[in-house]
T-cell receptor, first 109, second 113 residues
Framework: EDQVTQSPEALRLQEGESSSLNCSYTVSGLRGLFWYRQDPGKGPEFLFTLYSAGEEKEKERLKATLTKKESFLHITAPKPEDSATYLCAAGDGGFKTIFGAGTRLFVKA | GAVVSQHPSRVICKSGTSVKIECRSLDFQATTMFWYRQFPKQSLMLMATSNEGSKATYEQGVEKDKFLINHASLTLSTLTVTSAHPEDSSFYIC?????????FGPGTRLTVL
C-alpha cells in the first residue's frame, strides 16, 4: 500500500539551529516527491518537486533532497518566520498523490 | 505563476442551507482539480478529484449527493455543500494540477450554525 510518513510530528528549534525533517515514502512508480509549507488558516504553499534519487533543490534557507526511500527537508539557520507545518507528498504512477501528516516546526527567537 | 484562488475565504450559514465554493486556476489551465477537507491540526483529507467535462471521483466515505462538484471549464471547479449541518463546518481547500504538481488555493472556512 502506498504510504508517506513524516517525522518528527513536531520540532522545536532555536533561531539559527539547523535541522532536518524526514519524509519516508512507499509508492509504486514515483512520479514526483513534493514539499509544501502550510501556515495556520491557509492553503499549502508549493516549495519543491523532486523527481529522481540524488536530486536536490534549494530555496533560501531550505534544501530538499531525495533518495529511493526518503526525502529530507534541511533547514539552515532557521528564523521565526520559518515556523509552519511542512507537508510532504508522493505522486504515484497512477497520478494519485499521497500526503504525509506533516511536521509542525516552531522556531523560537 | 501557478496561482489558484478560492472564493469565498470564509462563510457562515444556517443549518439546512447550501453553500457554493469556487476554485479557479488563474494563470494555467487545469484538467484536474482536487477538493480537500482539513480539521484543526490534522493533515489534508482528499474528498474528491474533479475532472473537466466529466463526473468527479469521490473518495470512500464522502457523500456525492451532499458534496456536489462541478468542473465546468479548465479554470473553474465548484464545490457545493448541500443541506449543510454543523458537522460540515471545516476548512475546505482546493488544488489544481499543473503538469505533475498540485497548487493549492488559500482555503475556505465554512461555519454552519
Amino acid at each position: 500500500e502506498d504510504q508517506v510518513t513524516q517525522s518528527p510530528e513536531a520540532l522545536r528549534l532555536q533561531e539559527g539551529e539547523s535541522s532536518s525533517l524526514n519524509c519516508s515514502y512507499t509508492v509504486s512508480g514515483l512520479r514526483g516527491l513534493f514539499w509544501y509549507r502550510q501556515d495556520p488558516g491557509k492553503g499549502p504553499e508549493f516549495l519543491f518537486t523532486l523527481y529522481s534519487a540524488g536530486e536536490e533543490k534549494e530555496k533560501e534557507r531550505l534544501k530538499a533532497t531525495l533518495t529511493k526511500k526518503e526525502s529530507f527537508l534541511h533547514i539552515t539557520a532557521p528564523k521565526p518566520e520559518d515556523s509552519a507545518t511542512y507537508l510532504c507528498a508522493a505522486g504515484d504512477g497512477g497520478f494519485k498523490t499521497i500526503f504525509g501528516a506533516g511536521t509542525r516546526l516552531f522556531v523560537k527567537a | 505563476g501557478a496561482v489558484v484562488s478560492q472564493h469565498p475565504s470564509r462563510v457562515i450559514c444556517k443549518s439546512g442551507t447550501s453553500v457554493k465554493i469556487e476554485c479557479r486556476s488563474l494563470d494555467f489551465q487545469a484538467t484536474t482539480m482536487f477538493w480537500y477537507r482539513q480539521f484543526p491540526k490534522q493533515s489534508l483529507m482528499l474528498m474528491a478529484t474533479s475532472n473537466e467535462g466529466s463526473k468527479a471521483t469521490y473518495e470512500q466515505g464522502v457523500e456525492k449527493d451532499k458534496f456536489l462538484i462541478n468542473h465546468a471549464s479548465l479554470t473553474l471547479s465548484t464545490l457545493t455543500v448541500t443541506s449543510a449541518h454543523p458537522e460540515d463546518s471545516s476548512f475546505y481547500i482546493c488544488s489544481a494540477q499543473d503538469s505533475d504538481t498540485q497548487y493549492f488555493g488559500p482555503g475556505t472556512r465554512l461555519t454552519v450554525l
